[in-house]
């Protein structure tokens, strides 16, 4: 057998048959739901303050007191002086006392309105105290202009963008392209970091533990650096790819484990945005509707590719650098960033670009074979002109193979190097050795 | 016909000359000595030989050809520190590393039951290598520098951390297959195991080789003309006009001949017996190979 794949295969089973590597692959997902799930609950948990709120309304302006079912205030009016009200609040029942302001323009935007409280008031209390005011403050102008509701309703306008052009483009297309861009960004930036760390140590650990020099008496040091590099790409592949059929059935059954249909779930994590049933189901539909209309014969093979540049070109320097460090990992970690730099700007990149997948910064940093592989396959389902993915797919794929041969070099005698402290100067020379 | 042959090897990492102009040759199927002090340069010549790095100028030839990729595996190299994939279970190990030395797996795994065999460790193929003692696991080593049956093993300080017992063993194994042909370079600053095992050396120091030569000839360019004659009787009181006396005990003198004194040997026994001195034993006192090694290491550094 061809000693590239012997070395492939020990580093791909040695890796897959790992205890570690399936319980973490099984765990993962479900780590993920519970995340979500308790995320969810945190962003949804709203104030379950029990206060009883005194409104001093001595003009008799408003008919009746604010009531937010989703809040845990309870309002009364009072037709007392407020002084009055607050000098008494200690022995009264009342937690606050707020003074009902003299409207002497019914088209004053602006109200200053004071309150005492027994304690001191949090922020959600007093966004509950401003709406409910400013609601009943509403009802009481709508009234003075004898406006009513429908009128109010009629002037607010919704306007949905549809190109009539042969682009079927719409805002909502873009919303569902900025989902998929984002997530494949997102898999590409944690698969950089996950997979070159693992090539990283792997070759750490080659290296403390000196079979290294069994292994280059019988293969050449760029063979088992690129065995190592493709082993743990494929380990990366078979994770990826459990992964993607774990998920959604692991997303299912938390809800039906928790009694909670995915749809909810979703809304909790959207920090309680409130969407009728009948919206949401139709959301969902459509949701589905674009994903399905997406080019994936394109998409798929795309994203792929850039997967394979990106990782090669990373994971390549991570050995690299994995070569360069001795057994004190921390002594190492100025090595590491001028690696982890790149790919935490791209990242950034990436999420600037989700909202403007055509601007110049989205072209020109998907054109940077650092940046690339994060940057377009998040622009990928905007439909990028197919002349800048060529493009960008000719550097990534040449500046990949320039980078596996650059760290060959420097793995090549940095894997023989002990007892030396290594700084990038010192690396630089090594590209220089014969 | 030599097995290897150095031709004024070169090698610089960065400022530091590691090894310089360094030629010698080695007879195929020999025990050859590679010796020096630490950080004499030896680990970088093996390396070169290995083709774990290239030489920047001279040239090795193997079985007389320019070294190239197809020898690694027609060599078997034991590095001084030792390294085997400690998460892997022995078996696998050594299937994947003698498989790498170009064996196919049935022909690997036969092997490798050979010499579990006959190191009687048969039950080990499943253990995980770091189940296993540090000794056992210097076998295992062995087994894997060795089980492609290579023409040329090297072997770098190959007893370090083995117990008397071990030591015998893979003594015993490298001299049967010394027999069977394999030619085997020795590296290490043990000079007793060298004086025991090998026919040649080559003395590395600074980079330089200083000295090279079969063992038995290299004690004779050393020797120091010394003697020690064990005795009964009176010593003739002029001898130590002649030579140089370095030991007088009752019954015994340590001596050195002197240039301008007796001829030989010979002419210095007949002249003790014809003055009636009666001899018990007559031994020449051969430096040892430790001697020559700290003498030439100690001259040739300061130089």
Redesign the interface.
């Known amino acids: 057998?061809n000693?590239l794949l012997?070395?492939i295969r020990?580093e791909y089973l040695?890796r897959v048959k790992?205890r570690s590597f399936i319980l973490g692959t099984l765990l993962t997902p479900l780590a993920f739901a519970v995340f979500f799930l308790v995320a969810g609950m945190i962003f949804s948990y709203s104030s379950d303050e029990d206060l009883r709120v005194a409104i001093s309304d001595t003009e008799r302006l408003l008919d009746n007191a604010p009531a937010d079912p989703n809040s845990g205030l309870t309002f009364r009016l009072e037709r007392e002086p407020f002084d009055s009200l607050a000098a008494q609040l200690d022995k009264s029942d009342y937690d606050v006392v707020v003074k009902m302001p003299t409207i002497a323009n019914v088209r004053a935007k602006n109200f200053t309105v004071f309150y005492v409280s027994k304690d001191q008031l949090g922020l959600e209390t007093q966004t509950q105290i401003q709406d409910g005011l400013s609601d009943r403050i509403r009802q009481y102008k709508m009234k003075a202009l004898e406006l009513d509701e429908e009128t109010l309703a009629s002037l607010r306008t919704k306007i949905e963008l549809v190109s009539s052009g042969e682009k079927d483009e719409s805002t909502f297309r873009s919303i569902i392209g900025a989902g998929i861009g984002g997530a494949m960004g997102m898999i590409m930036y944690l698969a950089v970091f996950i997979y070159g760390t693992m090539v990283m140590r792997s070759v750490m650990e080659?290296k403390t533990?000196?079979?290294?020099?069994?292994?280059?008496?019988?293969?050449?040091p760029f063979e088992l650096m690129m065995g190592k590099i493709i082993g743990v790409g494929f380990v990366g592949l078979t994770q990826l790819a459990i992964w993607g059929v774990l998920i959604p059935i692991f997303y299912l059954l938390t809800g039906l484990f928790f009694d909670i249909d995915p749809q909810q779930m979703n809304e909790m994590a959207n920090t309680g945005a409130e969407i009728d049933p009948e919206m949401a189901q139709g959301m969902a539909a459509q949701v589905l509707e674009e994903i399905g209309k997406q080019n994936w014969w394109l998409i798929i093979p795309t994203f792929l590719l850039y997967f394979l540049g990106g990782y090669f070109l990373y994971s390549s320097l991570f050995a690299a650098v994995g070569s360069a460090m001795g057994d004190d990992y921390g002594e190492g970690q100025s090595l590491m960033f001028p690696i982890t730099i790149p790919v935490i700007l791209a990242f950034y990149i990436m999420i600037v670009v989700l909202r403007m997948p055509q601007s110049n910064l989205a072209i020109w940093s998907s054109m940077v074979p650092l940046f690339s592989p994060i940057v377009m396959p998040a622009r990928l389902a905007f439909a990028p002109p197919l002349w800048q993915v060529a493009l960008s797919m000719i550097i990534l794929i040449g500046s990949a193979i320039f980078f596996v041969w650059l760290s060959g070099r420097i793995y090549r005698v940095g894997i023989?190097m002990y007892g030396k402290k290594v700084n990038l100067k010192e690396i630089w020379?090594w590209l220089f050795?014969? | 016909m030599n097995i290897l042959q150095i031709d004024k090897v070169t090698k610089t990492?960065?400022a530091h000359r590691a090894v310089d102009t360094v030629s010698f040759s080695m007879p195929k199927g020999s025990i050859f000595g590679l010796l020096g002090p630490n950080g004499a340069g030896k680990t970088s010549l093996i390396?070169i030989i290995?083709?774990?790095?290239?030489a920047?100028s001279g040239q090795v030839y193997f079985n007389g050809e320019p070294l190239n990729?197809s020898h690694?595996?027609q060599?078997g190299?034991?590095?001084e520190?030792?390294?085997?994939?400690?998460?892997?279970k022995v078996g696998e190990l050594l299937l994947?590393?003698a498989?790498?030395?170009d064996l196919s797996?049935a022909e690997a795994r036969q092997k490798i039951g050979y010499w579990f065999e006959k190191f009687e460790i048969e039950d080990w193929w499943n253990k995980k290598v770091e189940e296993l003692s540090k000794g056992m696991q210097q076998k295992i080593?062995f087994i894997?520098t060795v089980v492609h049956e290579p023409e040329l093993l090297i072997l770098d300080e190959p007893f370090s951390g083995l117990d008397p017992l071990n030591t015998n063993l893979i003594k015993a194994e490298i001299a049967e297959m010394n027999r069977k042909g394999t030619g085997i370079i020795f590296s290490t600053h043990r000079m007793e195991q060298v004086e025991e095992i090998c026919e040649y050396i080559v003395l590395i120091n600074q980079g330089s080789n200083v000295l090279e030569g079969k063992v038995k000839a290299i004690k004779d360019q050393f020797k120091e003309n010394l003697f020690r004659v064990d005795f009964k009787g009176q010593l003739p009181s002029g001898l130590g006009d002649s030579v140089r006396i370095l030991e007088a005990l009752e019954d015994s003198v340590t001596l050195q001949l002197l240039d301008d004194g007796f001829a030989d040997a010979n002419a210095l026994l007949r002249y003790l017996i014809e003055a009636n001195v009666q001899i018990q034993a007559f031994n020449e006192i051969l430096p040892s190979l430790n001697e020559i090694f700290i003498k030439q290491v100690e001259t040739t550094t300061h130089e």
């Open positions: 057998m000693k012997l070395i020990r040695t790992k080659e533990n000196r079979i290294v020099e069994v292994m280059i008496s019988s293969v050449r023989f020379k050795y014969r | 990492y960065g390396r290995t083709t774990i790095t290239g920047d990729r690694p595996s060599i190299y034991m590095p520190e030792r390294g085997l994939y400690k998460k892997m994947y590393l498989q790498l030395k797996k080593q894997a």
